[in-house]
């Protein structure tokens, strides 16, 4: 068994991706803030990296891979609009600009958004659920088998 990581993969594909993108650097920052874990007192808006569970759902002699991720922006903005924005970006990303060095992104979308108020009535968390499909690259298909 090679170390091939999927999960791996797409974590670092994903963070590339946002942090590269001129729209997310404009909205969350520059570098953008993202954060598996937000520092004590962080600056808004931001990103954090929430839940990502890894399924092998390989058949047919074909390695495959299934990811759902959950991203969580948060903001201080007066209303929606500046999490709403930020969700628009990230949706965009996710369809148009995933790449990976190790993996082949099948498939990536976005099972659902949603926009809330946070227990503390100053903060608006913006909710996605990613998902992702990957297969190694071909160089690596000997490896894992």
């Known amino acids: 068994m090679s170390g091939y990581n999927p999960a791996l993969s797409v974590a670092r594909a994903l963070h590339s991706a946002l942090s590269g993108d001129a729209a997310i650097t404009a909205a969350l920052g520059d570098p953008a803030r993202l954060y598996d874990f937000a520092p004590d007192d962080p600056v808004f808006p931001y990103l954090t990296y929430g839940p990502l ?3 092998d759902i390989s058949g047919d002699d ?11 922006v948060w903001s201080r903005y007066g209303g929606r609009i500046q999490t709403l924005d930020v969700l628009g970006h990230i949706r965009r990303v996710v369809e148009e600009n995933l790449s990976s060095a190790d993996a082949q992104i099948i498939a990536a979308s976005v099972t659902f958004s949603d926009c809330l108020r946070a227990p503390d009535g100053r903060t608006t968390h913006g909710l996605m659920r990613v998902s992702i499909r990957t297969q190694p690259k071909d160089n690596l298909l000997e490896e894992v088998a």
């Open 53 to 55: 569970r890894t399924e």
């Open 62 to 72: 074909a390695v495959l891979t299934a990811h759902t991720l959950t991203l969580h």
